[in-house]
Structures are given as structure tokens and as C-alpha cells.
């Protein structure tokens, strides 16, 4: 009990401690992106929307919102177009789509943030077999991970398209601080598992030269779909 909470005492701290006294680090980034290719899931709503839409002002050449809902991702890419005035090739496609294609047609990712998630309140299975949340949250994201890291990889031997700012590619995943609560409730299992999941992948021979993170903006709870 006592252990309990002491848990439950140093999520509290962490959580109002982040809220309400954290200044966010980057805000104020401005980078030329110019050249640059980016990529980020779950990106017509919500934290993955915000993380498209910012790059998309610094101009990158090539912004990808991966989603699973097209027709979502096009009213997201018409929104971020409106928004930034963005003027390179903005495209919005399925994951799995996005997958098959990124070792082959694509010829550099610069950075790839896997944002795609989902939390629900009821129990799911997949036709796959596995709770909906695991899949979708850890699963989907560790795969989707994998895939691409030997294009990132691939990344870190191309010149930089400004050698005066060079910049590794970087693969982040989104993660959320509701994973020291990991004992309350299946979607924050989902969110430590991604950070036991980061840890992994930053060890891996593959990921050599590339910046592999684990972030997250706070409590992390989307509204339940």
C-alpha cells in the first residue's frame, strides 16, 4: 500500500510539474527544413496534427501525415496547407501504404515521428488477435519503427542538404507520462511498453547515427475512440 502511494504521489508531482510549470523546450524553433523530408502518424488530429503543422511553416521539401483514415488526411493536409501556406509535396496516405512504399520510392526521411494511437474505455480484439489498444499503440508503432529504420539509416549517409546545420535523422516515438501509472490501466501498459520499446531500438546496430527519442507532452490521454 505504502508503495502504492509513493507511485501514485510521484506521478501527481511529475504530472502538476509538467502542467503548470514546464516550459517547453524547442517551442521557438525555427530551422530551415528546406530540403528535408518528414513523416508523422496520427497527424489529422490532435498532438500528431500539431507536430505536422509546425515543420510544415519551416518548409521542408516532402511532409508525409500518415493516417489511417484518408479522407481524414486530406482534410488534414488541406487544413495545414491553409495554416502555413506550406509549398512542397504534402501527401496523406495509409500506414500501411506508407510502409510498403518507404524503401523504395522515397529517397531520404529526415524525421519520423510515430504518433499514431488510441484508447478506449471498452475491451477490443483485433482480427490479429490482440487487444486494440496494444496493437495500435505498441505493436503498430514497434513494426512501423523497424521498417523504417533502414531508410533512416540510409539518411545518415546522404550529404546534408545544409552542411551548416547538419542534423541526424531522428525517429521518435510519442509516449506520455501516464506510464508511471502503468498499474492503472491497459493504455498506459501501452505507453511504458513504448518506452521499453525506444530503449530497444536505440541499442540496435541499425540505429547507429540516427536520434531515437521518447517524448511526451504530459498526461498523454486522447479522447477515447
Known sequence: MAEERGQTFSFARKFYGDQFFAKPRGADTYSDLTGR???VTGSNT?????LATHPARLQPAQLILAVRDLKKGEAAKESIVAQTGFKGALEALNVKRFAERANTTLERLDGANI???????????????WGRMLQVNTLSTGLLALLLLPLLQATTALPSPHPDAASPPHLTITGSAGMLLANKGRYYNTKLFNWYL???ITNLPQAKG???????TGFGVSSPS
Not at 46 to 50: N, P, T, V
Not at 120 to 129: E, F, L, R, Y
Open 37 to 39: 523530408t518528414f513523416l
Open 46 to 50: 490532435g498532438i500528431g496534427f500539431a
Open 115 to 129: 504518433n499514431a494511437g488510441v484508447h478506449t474505455w471498452s475491451w477490443a480484439m483485433t482480427a490479429d488477435g
Open 198 to 200: 525506444t530503449r530497444e
Open 210 to 216: 540516427i536520434a531515437v527519442k521518447y517524448i511526451y
